[in-house]
Structure formats: structure tokens, C-alpha cells
């Protein structure tokens, strides 16, 4: 780069994308700095370039006419702070060969320009054409390299300060920037491309950035690369990469994609050359298969020819098929309930609502209550709805995200969070966008995206399952019927979407899926309510339970899918609008939730014994109040159960005197206390 350029702030390039997606750079100083630099050079040279300068200068004078006390005519020379004409009038004398002193030969073309003006502009010609060179004294320079379209748009920045980066030059763009070192246009190719980056091209752009080292672009390939990591890998650029280069990949601490798509990624690299059965063991550790599913250890790993035929390999699998089975065998019976994310603090005026941004989980004794783990960064950002359930005792986070100023305002992103290890772990995203709060089960060994925005329409794309057996998403077949204010459920292993028909509300609409044929069954009752609430569901064999979210005037019941009947329920003693439902050793649990005023977060741990068909309160949660949350049930495991242990020990300490919960929950409320943690 020049030294004007060098030393120019970043703010002096304006990088305009136009509507095409052409990207226009423009030098908002150009003539001031081409103006310096031509006059450094001229001094530099004893006044070599003396004719070119006045050439400029004199179009940056222009004459004021006045006249004086008697009437006289007066004219004076004014110097000119714009700058504009005089590097017109330069770029003119350039096409009319005028005061040109060098021809640059490219091929068969020929470009007719100013010595000094290709020196101010570019450290590049300033060696070549002022230097030791012979160049310094030939009239004709040839230029090999680079194509003369790109020689044409890299003169045309250099007299008017403007250049266009489009599809067609930006590969050659940025070798002739690179060449000629001008880091202006060097930047705006790096812009262009890192715009241009999708799965198909970020190893190639990555591989492009490297060998010009352009820093900044390498990261944002590698970061897209990372960001989109299972799409990235079907593409075939991904099989041209060095092994160091998936090595990085993969030992990267950004990369926290489930171990399904890292093995998967390792197996079709592997395959691709047969060179590269040597580095399979090293890059199977990488992949730590004991954080697998079970499923896909057994149906996609175990039997890998590449792997039994591999005495290193082979042992390894052994390994890891042990793990899995202590794992599995390791499990405690009792069930405790996860708490994931949520709103904390009040809605009434002056108040600040703010998300909960951890998972924190209930046990089954008196006062147990931990933290588990917080959600992963990008699942607490405003605007995203966290869709929430638990699948062989992990908890699975189907997020839908809106971002306004993002170039791409809509994103999913799939999380599961491995209870065993206390490690999140992001899956392969839908095919498809569901907006806000959908459907979100699992049935038959498989997780259920349906619908959007609580609406599953007739029409619409937004079907579809994820096996965590081979871990790919497919599409199912649609519902026969458009419901709206839809609720969601897992029922004897098909998925149960509830809902109002379109434009009514007497008739409450049910369609089951049967995944063994991939089709709907659909029939309507009679509504429970006049009106039409809103409901959330909890489901203990053949009946969904149906909380709804509304006022007072809405009671509770239940749905039994076999006799196609509801059954009118009790309410809570308190009001949990929004609040959290999950069913735990056969009984449902409320917690938290706000008032029917949204003034503020009940504490209240209520549970309701179907049998009994009424509301206990079992305990009183005393921090980490929040609504809008989600929660599952998964059972414990030792590091749980060792905080939980924890936490007995130390409310023991801080309650001593209490014999039991619900005297101590009776003592805090009456006298005023923050209470005792929840069972």
C-alpha cells in the first residue's frame, strides 16, 4: 500500500453493497492523498515530475473576479478545497495520453499512464518504476499475472478512488490487490467473500484466505465452517482438506457439535483416500465416542468395517461400548425434575423481567435443589424460544431465533445436553424454520418438530422428525387439518396435535400420528371450554393433561386419547400461569409460574396425585424464581446426585430447628422468610 494509504484511518473507505451485491469501494480522501503523494514523489525525484504537478495544481486554482472602490475589475487566483476537477481533469489526460511517461502492457492491451501516479498509489510500482529497476527507464512495462480487465479496474481506482467487487473479479481482484499492496481493495475482497460464504464454499474460501493470509477472512471461514458444521462436511470441499487441517477442526474448542456429526465427518474424510486409514485412531479420539447416543454407537459405529479391520480402532470400540453400558447401568432410580431457562422478576411497572440463562434442577428429597448447568451463550439472546424436552434421561433445546439486524434474521439451533457428563453437545438443525413456540415431542425413539408459532397448517412445510439413531432430520407427512392455539403431545408412542379448527371454537380438533405409516388420524370433540384457552400438557398413559394459560374461569383437565372423553381436574391451590409441567414418579408438578396479574412469581411447589385428584403443596422454591420456563424429568446420576447431597447438608445447617419441610414452609411464610428450597 501507499504511505497515505498506509497511514489512512479505516474510516476514510467507504464499502458500499449496492442492490446486484456488488460491493463499491470508495476513497473518500483519494485526491487529497494522490495529490500528496505525487508531490512526495516529485521531491523525492528532484522534480522529475514537475509538468504532471502543475498539471494538477493549475486545476486546483481557479480565477475570482471582484471589482475594487472605483469600479475597477480585479481577478486573483483562489486555491480550491475540492479536489473533484482536478482529479477529473487527470483521469482525462490519462485516455487523451497526455503527460503519460509509462506504458503497461498486459497481453495485447496497452494502458497509457503517469509514472508518478502508479508510484503514489502503489508500493508495488513504486519499486518497479522509481527503483533499481530496469523499469525505471523503459517506456514500456509488461505486466504478467494478471488478467488486463483487472489491470483496467485497478487504474481506474487509482485515478477516481472507486472500484467495483463483484462474483466475476473478485478471485483476481484480490491476487492483483495482494500483488500491487493495496490493502484498501484487499479489505473490500475479503468483505465480498466472507458475504458470500455458505456450506458449499467456506473450505475453499478458507483454503483462498490462507494463501493470501488475509487474517481476518481465515477466521470468519473457519467460524462459519464451525457454525455450520454437519452441512459444511457434505459438501465434497471438505474431503480436499489436510489432515492438520481437520485436526484443527476438531480439537477447536468452538466445536461443540454432537459426536455423531464429528465421527461422521471423520468417516467420509477417511474414506475418501485410502491414504488415510493411518490417521483414523488419532481422529476417533477426537471424536470421543462415549458421548454417543446408544443407538448410534451400536447401528452406525460398532460395525464399521474401517474400524473392525483397525486393530487400534477395534479396541478403542471396546472401550467405548463399556462406557456406555456403565452408563446406562449406573443410573439411579429416582427421577428428578430439570428446570431450563425461564423469566425471572415481575412484570408490574418499574420491574425489569430478565432470563434465566442456567437449568436447575428439584430433587426428590426435602430442600434439594442445585444448579445444573447453564444454557449454551447463544440460547439466552432476546428473541429466542426455547423448545424443551428429555429423551433417555438427556434434555433436548429446539431453538427458533429472530434477529432483526442479522442477515439471516432467522436461525434454529439444536442442543442436547448429556446428563451423564454435564456436557451440551448441538445436533444437525431442522430443515425447515419453525417460528417462536411449536411442537416439540418425542415418540417412538424419535423427536417431533410440528408446526409453527402454536399453529399446524394444512399447507405448510414444517413436519418433520429427528432420529438420534443416524442423526438426520426427514420430513413427515402434514396434518389433514389447520388447527390454531395448537398444544403438542407424546401419547402412547404417536404424537397428539390439539387444537381449534379454523375460525371455530365449539369443537376441539385431535390428530394422532402414526410414524410405522406416516399418517395422520384425525377426529374433533366437543370443546372443554367456551372460549379458547391456550393450553400446556403433561401426559401419564392414555391422558393428557391440560393446564390452561389463561384466567381463573378456565379449570383444569384431562384428555383420554382411548376414550376420546375429558375429565374436569381440580386447579392449584396457586396460580402457575406459565409456569413449569412435568410428570415425576407418576405425579404432575407445577412450579413457578406468575399471578393472574403477572405481579409476581409463585414460589409454590404443587403436585397433583391423579388418583387422589387433588393439589398438595410439596415445598416452596425460595430462589431462582422465574415463568415461561420448560420442565422434564430425567433420572439421577452421581455428580447430580452428589449436588444435591450438597445442598441437603447445607439447608440442613441453615434450618436445623425445623423437623419438617412443611412446618418450615408454614414458619417462613408466616414470619416472612425467604422460605426453604423445593423438594
Known sequence: MSEEEADAPSDDFDYVFDDKGELQVCDTRHGRRLLQGVRRINANQEGEFADLLKSIEKNLVTLVITEDEKGNKLQYPKLQSDLAPAMTALNESRTTHTLCDVVLCVGDTKFHCHRAVLAASSPFFATLLLGEFRERKDEKVRLNDVPSHIVSDVLDYFYTGSIYIRNSNVESMLHAASLFQLSSVVTACCKYLSRQLDSDNCFGILHFAEFYSCKTLVEEARAFAMDNFPDTVRTGEFELLSYDQVLFFLTDERCQWCKESVYEAVMKWTKSDTTRLQFLPALLRCADLRLMTEDYFKFNVKHEPLIQNDPECFEMIQEVEEDLFQQRTQRLPAEILVQVGGISGSEAAGHKPVKVPYMDCLGPWRCSHAILSDLPFSLVSKNCYLNVLAMDDDIYILASMERCQ????????????????????????????????????????RLYAIGTNMTAEKGAECYESFSPRNNRWRKIARVPHTVHKTVTSSCKDKVVVMGYWEGRHENFYVQTYDSSTDNWEHYDVDSYHCGKPQYQSAVLGSKIYLMPLLGRRFSMCAFDVESREFEKLPM??????????????????????SDYFKAYTCPVIELLDPERREW????????????????VTIRDCGWIHDKLVKAIEENRKKYAELDDFTAGYELARTEGEDGLPAL
Open 406 to 445: 442479522a442477515e439471516d434474521p432467522r436461525e434454529m439451533q439444536f442442543w442436547r445436553y448429556v446428563s451423564s457428563a454435564d456436557l451440551w453437545l448441538r445436533l444437525p438443525e431442522p430443515l425447515t424454520f419453525h417460528q417462536g413456540q411449536f411442537g416439540f415431542v418425542a415418540a417412538g425413539g
Open 572 to 593: 392449584p391451590q396457586q396460580s402457575h400461569l406459565h409456569g413449569g409441567m412435568a410428570v415425576v414418579n407418576g405425579k404432575i408438578v407445577l412450579t413457578g409460574g
Open 616 to 631: 398438595l403443596d410439596v415445598g416452596r422454591q425460595v430462589e431462582h424464581l422465574r415463568r415461561a420456563h420448560a420442565a
